[in-house]
Structure formats: structure tokens, C-alpha cells
């Protein structure tokens, strides 16, 4: 089982940057996808971006070039470096991982609660 807690939401002015981070629970082993998705309001669930735990990264378009995400495999946890931020940007940003679980011979996916970003003068 893993549990994440997610960090770092607050309110920013356009042009800013804010650095988000989850903690993982899972010990012994590497999560095999972590990253971040944000909802923003009245919106659907978008992807941000994802790394793997080999290190290999995928963003949403709207982020490319501002947003950059890694992770410490050892502790399980994955940040988010947040640049040149948008209004659009605003957001409540969700923490999730995925795991293979070979007890049950299946991908597990799990979400944190969520963390409020607001892009605001």
C-alpha cells in the first residue's frame, strides 16, 4: 500500500514559480510511476507529468518548457518545479503513483488529496 502527501500549494503572482512535493509511504522498493495531475475549476483532470523509476519523464503540452518534475527514487518522492506560472495555472494539483503489485498480479494507482495553486496579482 502507498499513501502520498502532497506540499508546497499556495498563492503566487503570474510569473512566479512554486516547487510542489509528494511523499511516498511505500519503503523497499522504487514506485514505478509518480507524478502529477491538476484539475482546475469547473475543468477536467489533466495531466502534468509523469517520471518513471528509471528517470524517464512525460508532460502535458500546456506545461512543456515551464514545469519540470523529478523524483528521489530511494525515498519515494516526487516533486514539481513550477516556472513562469499562468493564471491558467491555477489548479488543484493531485499527487498519484503506480505500482505494479505482483500479489495481485495488477497495476495499483494511487492519489494524494490535493493541493490548491493559485496564479494571482
Known amino acids: 500500500q502507498v499513501q502520498l502527501v502532497e506540499s508546497g500549494g499556495g498563492l503566487v503572482q503570474p510569473g512566479g514559480s512554486l516547487r510542489l512535493s509528494c511523499a511516498g509511504s511505500?519503503?523497499?522498493?522504487?514506485?514505478?510511476?509518480m507524478g502529477w495531475y491538476r484539475q482546475p475549476p469547473g475543468q477536467e483532470r489533466e495531466l502534468v507529468g509523469t517520471?518513471?523509476?528509471?528517470?524517464?519523464?512525460n508532460y502535458g503540452n500546456s506545461v512543456k518548457g515551464r514545469f519540470t518534475i523529478s523524483r528521489d527514487g530511494i525515498k519515494n518522492t516526487v516533486y514539481l518545479e513550477m516556472n513562469s506560472l499562468k493564471p491558467d495555472d491555477t489548479a488543484v494539483y493531485f499527487c498519484y503513483a503506480r505500482h505494479f503489485s505482483s500479489t495481485f498480479n495488477t497495476w495499483q494507482d494511487y492519489w494524494g488529496q490535493g493541493t490548491q495553486v493559485t496564479v494571482s496579482s
Open positions: 511505500a519503503s523497499g522498493f522504487s514506485i514505478n510511476y
Open positions: 517520471v518513471t523509476s528509471g528517470g524517464s519523464t
